[in-house]
């Protein structure tokens, strides 16, 4: 190769050479594209959090008193007839006895038990003898006013709690039941089914305990049942004579 032509090549290698360093250069100096993360959601606080599962215990708590509550009501009913039992009267005769030691309004009590009862469950079973019960339990309940309270203590046995009733009125009320049990019929696989009643009442005294009223118009009731058949008694003779 000529002299001339050696030296050319020599100068455009050179040149190259001087040219790679400097892009190199550009390179290094251009920044570096970092990655962009997406936006992240702000974290929950840890009160918020807290605030939630606190919540949340409440609304099971208040649950749980409701199904406690309704289960508590339900053990005070008489489940054959709906009326209040024997636990659930007592309950309400505590609080009845309180509100007339304390503001000396009048309540009486009356006590009716069924007379004739045992014979419809002898002669017809005990599925016909609880169709006569929800019928008395009926009965008593269109006789009293909505603000008084109907229970049946179990078995045959009923007690009315009335409110604002003078003393003077208070047989005048329990004969007028006595009649509309006896009025009543009770329609059960063919057979027309009734029954009679002896009820007797006593006034709720500020001294009185639960035990004391239920003893009292339990005894006003017997009275009342011995008077009846008595007067039975006499009215067969009359009529055997």
Do not use: C
């Not at 599925?127 to 019960?133: F, M, Y």
């Not at 203590?153 to 039941?177: C, H, I, Q, T, Y």
């Amino acid at each position: 190769m000529p002299k001339g032509g050696v030296n050319k090549s020599r100068r455009v290698k050179s040149r190259i050479a001087a040219v790679r360093p400097a892009a190199a250069d550009r390179e290094r100096a251009r920044p570096a594209i970092e990655p962009v993360e997406p936006p992240r959601r702000p974290a929950r606080s840890v009160a918020m959090r807290l605030a939630e599962e606190v919540n949340r215990l409440e609304l099971e708590l208040a649950a749980a008193r409701s199904r406690m509550a309704a289960l508590e009501t339900r053990a005070e009913i008489d489940p054959l007839t709906d009326l209040v039992n024997r636990r659930g009267l007592e309950r309400e005769l505590k609080r009845a006895l309180a509100y007339v030691k304390r503001y000396g309004t009048s309540a009486v009590l009356i006590y009716l038990d069924l007379d004739g009862f045992k014979s419809v469950n002898d002669r017809h079973g005990h599925a016909a003898g609880d169709a006569v019960l929800k019928a008395v339990a009926m009965v008593l309940t269109r006789q009293v006013r909505a603000s008084d309270l109907v229970a049946r203590l179990g078995g045959d046995e009923f007690v009315m709690l009335l409110w604002n009733l003078p003393e003077a009125d208070a047989p005048a009320k329990a004969r007028s039941l006595e009649a509309a049990v006896g009025r009543m019929t009770a329609p059960y696989g063919g057979a027309t089914l009734s029954v009679g009643a002896s009820a007797g009442s006593t006034m709720l005294l500020p001294l009185d305990t639960v035990a004391s009223v239920l003893e009292r118009a339990d005894r006003a009731m017997y009275d009342r049942k011995t008077s009846r058949r008595a007067a039975a008694a006499v009215r067969s003779a009359s009529a055997a004579g």
